[in-house]
């Protein structure tokens, strides 16, 4: 049965039995074994054609992967496509567009792009594969300046539920591009895609790192820095247990630890001028914040997460007021117990709030702050679903309906009934046959 994929695909074709499938299917936590039917790693376009259209003839489900940051639950039947082959970045300087592969990482373009003076509207973690974080909207370092990451992509090459290649975009599928830019999962295998990067005239930024018992002050007094802060700076505050942060390692008295991370696109003086209150918030046990070239937006907040298990869940703010802090501290500030290493909000509001003239699919799209909970101690795993409750209901009051799908920490996020039926619609569409069902 796999000869006939085999003489059609230029990658590999493995069976569950293949002793190469569990390497080819390792993603960003290693403890999560996929354990699907067949695997087809691609390197083509064509060969994912092939790939669906041999699922279909053979009634199976089909499970897409890039890098794995997204995976929340095993692939146990069915065939999973692997993209990390597709990785080919090519930056068009003159039109200031990166066309992108499915299985791209955001340092891939930061390393094509960057040295020509462009700068894609990135994630935070430049180890997150381009495509999925897309897919999902993608809240990064340039949230505030330059809004959803979703809002710069001009089109998609798109594998249908029907095994047909198509573009999504103004030339092609405009209502499939809709979907794309947000709507995250049942639309199809992405192939590649074309980015519209930005010019910034510089980069300044970088973290600032503030002990346990200066946490409540910088909570406080970044919450209310952030009602009017610089319409072009994009922060976020991590508070982070000890150990789970490389930060933290050498300040061994810290048990938790605040980090203030900055992005501004602009120069040194005015980046100097906007951050002078953060650094004003409380002693700092390390600050970064530095003007950089736009080659080292990579590494402007330090090194990626550790891979490994991961627990996440995340809610959309409508806002966050004095009380908000309040809550947050009460139960994630100094004195409280949880099993997260890194609990965060992110101030997002500005230019994310602002939709494409076409629309897009994003939900989340009128949040001004994100909240985050991630854990890596698997040890804790079983006890982090009531606390999360308990600490996302003490949010409630600024809680939106909407969840952005990227911070759900489950496979689909909550969209806009008017949005989820216009995608459910599109999903049907593109997929009759249901192939690309969401998982986990
Ligand atoms: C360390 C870390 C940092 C993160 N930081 C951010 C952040 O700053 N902002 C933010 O918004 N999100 C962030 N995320 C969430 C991240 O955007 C999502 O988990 C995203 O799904 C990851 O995409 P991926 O391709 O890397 O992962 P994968 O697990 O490979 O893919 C995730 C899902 O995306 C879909 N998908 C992937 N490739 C394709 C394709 N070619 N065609 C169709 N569907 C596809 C599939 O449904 C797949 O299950 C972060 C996650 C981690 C683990």
Not at 41 to 50: L, S, Y
Not at 76 to 98: H, K, M, N, Y
Not at 107 to 112: E, G, L
Not at 247 to 263: E, F, G, N, Q, Y
Request: one cysteine or more; glycine letters at 12%; hydrophobic letters at 45%.
């Amino acid at each position: 049965m796999l000869t006939e994929l085999d003489s059609q695909v230029v990658g590999p074709v493995m069976s569950a039995v293949d002793p190469r499938l569990a390497g080819e299917v390792a993603g960003f936590d290693a403890t999560i074994a996929h354990t699907p039917d067949v695997v087809v790693g691609a390197a083509t376009a064509a060969d994912v054609v092939a790939a669906v259209r041999w699922a279909h003839a053979h009634g199976m489900p089909v499970a897409v992967q890039g890098t794995g940051h997204g995976t929340r639950a095993p692939v146990a039947s069915g065939l999973l496509i692997t993209t990390w082959r597709l990785d080919q970045v090519r930056v068009d300087r003159v039109a200031g567009t990166a066309t992108i592969g499915a299985g791209a990482r955001w340092a891939d373009v930061i390393d094509a792009a960057a040295p020509l003076g462009l700068v894609p509207i990135a994630a935070t973690d430049p180890s997150v594969g381009v495509v999925g974080y897309l897919l999902g909207g993608g809240l990064g370092p340039f949230a505030r300046s330059h809004g959803f990451s979703s809002d710069h992509v001009e089109r998609c090459t798109v594998v249908t539920g029907t095994g047909d290649l198509v573009e999504a975009g103004p030339a092609g599928d405009a209502e499939l591009l809709w979907a794309l830019r947000g709507g995250k999962h049942g639309l199809g295998v992405v192939t590649d895609l074309r980015l519209r990067l930005a010019r910034v005239p510089a980069l300044y930024g970088g973290y600032l790192a503030f002990a346990e018992e200066h946490v409540p002050a910088v909570v406080r007094g970044w919450l209310a820095w952030t009602r009017q802060a610089p319409p072009e700076v994009t922060t976020n505050l991590t508070i982070v247990h000890r150990g789970e942060e490389r930060a933290i390692r050498s300040h061994p008295d810290a048990r938790k630890l605040a980090l203030l991370l900055v992005t501004y696109p602009g120069g040194a003086a005015e980046g100097e001028r906007a951050v002078a209150p953060l650094r004003a918030l409380a002693p700092t046990l390390a600050d970064t914040l530095a003007p950089m070239p736009l080659t080292d937006l990579a590494e402007m907040h330090g090194e990626s997460m550790d891979p490994g298990p991961t627990w996440v869940r995340g809610t959309m703010l409508r806002e966050a007021d004095d009380a908000l802090a309040e809550a947050w501290l009460a139960h994630v500030g100094p004195g409280a117990s949880h099993p997260f290493g890194g609990v965060q909000l992110r101030h997002v509001a500005g230019a994310t709030e602002v939709d494409v003239p076409e629309g897009s699919a994003v939900a989340g799209r009128g949040a001004r702050y994100t909240a985050l909970l991630v854990g890596q101690d698997p040890a804790s795993f079983d006890a982090m679903p009531d606390v999360a409750e308990t600490i996302l209901r003490s949010l409630d009051p600024w809680r939106m309906p909407e969840v952005n799908p990227n911070f759900a920490g489950v496979a689909a996020g909550v969209w806009a009934p008017d949005v989820a039926r216009r995608l459910a619609a599109v999903r049907r569409r593109v997929d009759p046959h249901g192939l690309f069902a969401p998982r986990g």
